[in-house]
């Protein structure tokens, strides 16, 4: 499976970005992806993960109330919609794909996902 990330770009405090990962391949549009980002100088975190229907999300704490994952499997696109961004906020962000139907483990360890996408950079400017 291919991923690709879209949608990155610089953006004030507080304003928003929607990142777009699609996918190709025949598993995409049944399988839970995730969003982690990574920013300089620190390890890849988990943001947010979604079971292949749609029904069921999960988040990290520090994006709760403020981004939200979805998906439209017709497309074979995952979104993540980041609103109310903070400096904190910018850094490297990848989709991933997890080799099962439900969320493994709330989607948070990075090896329980096997294929990632290249990364598109968000940058916040305060």
């Known amino acids: 499976v291919q991923l690709v990330e879209s949608g990155g770009g610089l953006v004030q405090a507080g304003g928003s970005l929607r990142l777009s990962c699609a996918a190709s391949g025949r598993t995409s549009s049944t399988s839970a992806m995730g969003w982690f980002r990574q920013a300089a100088g620190k390890e890849r975190e988990f943001v947010a993960a979604?079971?292949?229907?749609?029904?069921?999300?999960y988040y990290a704490e520090f994006v709760k109330g403020r981004f939200t994952v979805s998906r439209d499997n017709a497309k074979n696109t995952v979104y993540l919609q980041m609103n109310t961004l903070k400096s904190e906020d910018a850094a490297v962000y990848y989709c991933?794909?997890?080799?099962?139907?439900?969320?493994?483990?709330?989607?948070?360890?990075?090896?329980?996902?096997?294929?990632w996408g290249q990364g598109t950079q968000v940058t916040v400017s305060s």
């Open positions: 991933a794909k997890q080799p099962s139907r439900t969320v493994v483990a709330s989607g948070i360890p990075p090896e329980t996902y096997d294929d």
């Open positions: 979604i079971d292949w229907s749609g029904d069921k999300t």
